[in-house]
């Protein structure tokens, strides 16, 4: 212990790590009340790592954690030991930020205060602040995170929400085109008597990439109980088939990664899509030496890949047997198939997944003891979502509309849509989705309600309310309620307790909790598919990782994220 603390500077009561210190914790169990130190304490240069991580690098006791997870875990050679003996310190070889899109687990890994969340510097202590056990939404893992937050505000794990950015009140857009804000009733009036005048095959709903699988319930039977059957979510593209729910999932499960000894990476890039996938078949590569082939654009990956091709040619190639890599999968024991929900938006899809299929029975990837037929989707709502059968009467539905609903839809593609449509937004931050519309609605964030979510393995997780919510938001699902109830339509539901009984009759895998559900059949009884797939190369589903929903657009510190470690 007084070794660790010769150099390590007194200053704990202006530590951010201060309350949840290792080496606190460590001196106080077995450190002295005094030390014999005398020298000069040495100092150490900060680091500039980023806007996510703050360094204090006289604080570091060079224990090599950070080291060892970056080059082990994230797959990048960013930082290291420079220097020998008293002079010996952790920094980057050259001057350079830590672009790794697992950059921030260092400041949870570092033990004492030399890392620690810039966001956060001198915001709060540890213990003023609530925690809530949640789950992250941004993607389609639904990895498991602790809120945590103190009053109203969140303080760690999200970045703290812009107020200014949050919908607070029911608003309706006037004839000088400026929004005005109204009552709950006066915003379902207008709503309702619109959704009355129009034909229900031109009644449109799309459910956000956030929502939760309760919202979408709700917004389905509504609009079904208005006529319409044209009901999607966003990600999911406007035709797919959810007849057969292996052919949307991740079958293997994102834990079986770890046995499979050959990958097909097919029109996805799990780095900035899925990064615990990614950090999961970077481990199973540098353990057993597994082989990995990749279809799609050129990318970075954190181990060794072989690129196989740009486009669905390529892959016709494998499934023909024409290609080396058929070969590779062939001669394997568990060969697994992972294609990205990115190809669910192109118009050859059905062609393409019937190719893959190809492959998968060519190749014995399924077997009775062994599914290795993968879908790594991209967000948090989708899977729910096509359990719940959210899927579109007919694909051209924008191109017909006259009443469109967007349930925290802001990436939904709405150019096609005519321009006397009306639109009714309902969301937390006044992002892409709000600009059309003609009545926006206000609802909750995902870390103040309670939802139900299904991640990309088929494992329905849920959240719980961290913070009160903002202004006069709702429940998502409340507001579809009392707005159906306007309509003439009444739901009959009340509770959340009810609509999750409704669930039960539909997807009753959604009701259980934190336990995966594989699919029941596989994807052998598609029907075939005449389609030929294009030529046109995958393009990548990520643009930006920093910014891909409504929350991290608002975020101040993503948008630093975004200006900084995307810079080429």
């Known amino acids: 212990m007084e070794f660790l603390l010769m150099n390590h500077p007194l200053d704990c009561p202006i530590c951010d790590q201060g309350g949840e210190c290792d080496l606190q914790d460590q001196s106080m169990a077995f450190g002295s009340d005094r030390g014999r130190f005398a020298e000069i304490k040495r100092s150490v240069v900060d680091k500039n790592l980023g806007p996510l991580v703050k360094t204090v690098m006289t604080r570091c006791i060079q224990c090599t954690r950070c080291v060892r997870f970056a080059t082990e875990i994230a ?18 070889y050259v001057e350079k930020l830590m672009t790794s899109e697992l950059s921030g687990n260092v400041i949870d890994i570092c033990p004492v205060g030399a890392l ?43 970045p703290r929400l812009n107020e200014r950015q949050r919908l607070n009140d029911p608003m309706i857009r006037g004839a000088d085109g400026l929004f005005k804000a109204v009552s709950w009733r006066d915003a379902f009036a207008v709503v309702a008597e619109v959704i009355q005048q129009v034909k229900p095959e031109e009644i449109v709903g799309v459910a956000g990439k956030l929502s939760d699988a309760e919202s979408m319930m709700a917004l389905k039977d509504f609009l079904n109980k208005m006529g319409s059957n044209n009901v999607w979510c966003e990600g999911n593209g406007s035709s797919l088939n959810a007849d057969l729910r292996s052919g949307y999932i991740m079958n293997t499960g994102i834990s079986g990664l770890e046995n499979t000894d050959v990958f097909l990476l097919v029109g996805t890039q799990p780095r900035v899509e899925a990064a615990m996938v990614n950090a999961r078949i970077r481990k199973i590569v540098r353990a057993t030496n597994a082989k990995v082939g990749y279809i799609g654009p050129p990318t970075n990956f954190n181990y060794d890949c072989e690129h196989l ?5 390529t892959l016709v190639e494998i499934a023909e047997g024409r290609h080396p890599f058929f070969s590779t999968i062939l001669n394997a024991k568990n060969p697994a198939v992972i294609v990205g929900a990115g190809i669910f938006e ?9 190719t893959v299929e190809a492959i998968v029975k060519k190749g014995n990837i399924v077997r009775p003891d062994w599914n290795g037929f993968n879908v790594l989707l991209l967000n948090a709502a989708q899977a729910a979502a096509l359990d719940l059968g959210l899927v579109p009467e007919s694909s051209n539905s924008i191109e017909s509309a006259k009443f469109v609903y967007l349930m925290g839809a802001d990436d939904v593609n709405l150019d096609k849509l005519p321009k006397d449509a009306f639109v009714v937004y309902q969301g937390h931050h006044g992002d892409h989705g709000a600009y059309h519309a003609n009545v926006i609605l206000p609802a909750v964030a995902f870390t103040e309600k309670e939802g139900t979510y299904e991640n990309t393995e088929g494992c329905a997780q849920q959240t719980l309310p961290a913070v009160p919510t903002v202004g006069d938001a709702r429940d998502d699902w409340k507001i ?10 009444r739901l009959p539901y009340d509770t959340i307790g009810a609509i999750r009984s409704r669930i039960r009759n539909v997807a009753p895998n959604l009701l259980s909790m934190d336990e995966r559900e594989p699919a029941t059949f596989g994807a052998s009884l598609k029907l075939e598919c005449t389609q030929n797939a294009s030529s046109t190369p ?20 993503m948008a630093q994220c975004s200006a900084l470690l995307l810079k080429k």
Not at 309 to 313: C, I
Not at 346 to 354: L, M, N, V
Not at 480 to 489: P, Q, Y
């Open 346 to 354: 192109r118009p050859d899809k059905d062609a393409i997944f019937t």
């Open 309 to 313: 091709g740009t486009g669905p040619q």
């Open 116 to 158: 620690t969340s810039k966001p956060f510097a001198f915001k709060a202590r540890n213990w003023e602040l609530k925690g809530t056990e949640s789950i992250d939404v941004t993607d389609a893992v639904g990895s498991n995170i602790r809120i945590d937050s103190r009053g109203p505000e969140v303080m760690r794990i999200l």
């Open 75 to 92: 797959g990048v050679q960013d930082l290291g030991m420079l220097g020998r003996g008293s002079r010996e310190e952790i920094g980057t």
């Open 480 to 489: 579809i309620r009392a707005l159906s109830e306007v309509a003439g339509v």
């Open 538 to 557: 995958f393009k990548a589903a990520v643009d930006n990782f920093y910014m891909t929903d409504s929350i991290t657009r608002a975020s101040k510190i």
